[in-house]
């Protein structure tokens, strides 16, 4: 069975510093997707960013990137120039590319991510 | 784009008492909705998936006499709760996917509370 594992409770970062959130993985199968999703105290579940595990290149999105490594099964998440509006729990999960109509995520526990002004 | 409707988001009411939660997908067809539960500080818990027109596969642990799902139509699912009682309380959240390879986009969550 897939198991995700973010090893950093909690985290804390400065305003407009940069900051990266562990995220590794277990699997065996070689098609995946992965996934960073935000959750702000508002409680809604956003996605952050998702890679494609038959890609090479890390996912971007404007001020948020991912560093794949696939061999090592880790997906780190770099925030930079980091804002207050960044403070929520930061939850990465994995989905099988074989799992027909079942595509559910498994998920890691979490860090909570404090952006000090 | 993407946008899922959760509601209501916020329930309080006696013990005993049924309560359905909706989830609605507003501008894609949602072939697959999840619906999960949350307790404080921790990560989300699946409870069951549901297929439009088939029944619900549910977690391990899961009742699914106390839970009852339906997902009737592609932009519709509802969860009831039934007869709930105070350790039902938590947060619930839906999810919903279209075909293929896309993520799950979830609505806002209901909060539920049982007095």
């Known amino acids: 069975a897939q198991t995700v594992t973010q090893s950093q409770p909690e985290m804390s970062v400065q305003e407009a510093e940069t900051v990266t959130l562990s995220c590794t993985y277990d699997?065996?199968?070689?098609?995946?997707?992965l996934f960073w999703y935000k959750q702000p105290p508002s409680r809604q579940m956003i996605l952050v960013i998702r890679?494609?595990?038959?890609k090479q290149q890390n996912a971007t999105e404007n001020r948020f990137s991912v560093n794949f490594q696939k061999a090592a099964k880790s997906f780190s998440l770099k925030i930079s120039d980091s804002q207050l509006g960044d403070a929520a729990m930061y939850f990465c999960?994995?989905?099988?590319?074989?799992?027909?109509?079942?595509?559910?995520?498994?998920w890691g526990l979490g860090t909570s991510l404090a952006v000090n002004p | 784009g993407a946008v899922v409707s959760q509601h209501p988001s916020r329930v309080i009411c006696k013990s005993g008492t049924s309560v359905k939660i909706e989830c609605r997908s507003l501008?894609?067809?949602?072939?697959?909705m999840f619906w999960y539960r949350q307790f404080p500080k921790q990560s989300l818990m699946l409870m069951a998936t549901?297929?439009?027109?088939?029944?619900?596969?549910?977690e391990q642990g899961v009742e699914k006499d106390k839970f009852l799902i339906n997902h009737a139509s592609l932009t519709l699912s509802t969860l009831t709760v039934t007869s709930a009682h105070p350790e039902d309380s938590s947060f619930y959240i839906c999810s919903a996917s279209s075909l293929g390879d896309q993520p799950q986009h979830f609505g806002d969550g209901t909060r539920l509370s049982i007095l």
């Open positions: 890679q494609e595990a038959y």
């Open positions: 501008d894609f067809q949602a072939t697959t």
């Open positions: 549901s297929n439009e027109g088939s029944k619900a596969t549910y």
């Open positions: 699997t065996s199968e070689s098609d995946y997707y």
């Open positions: 999960a994995y989905r099988s590319a074989y799992a027909g109509n079942n595509r559910k995520l498994i």
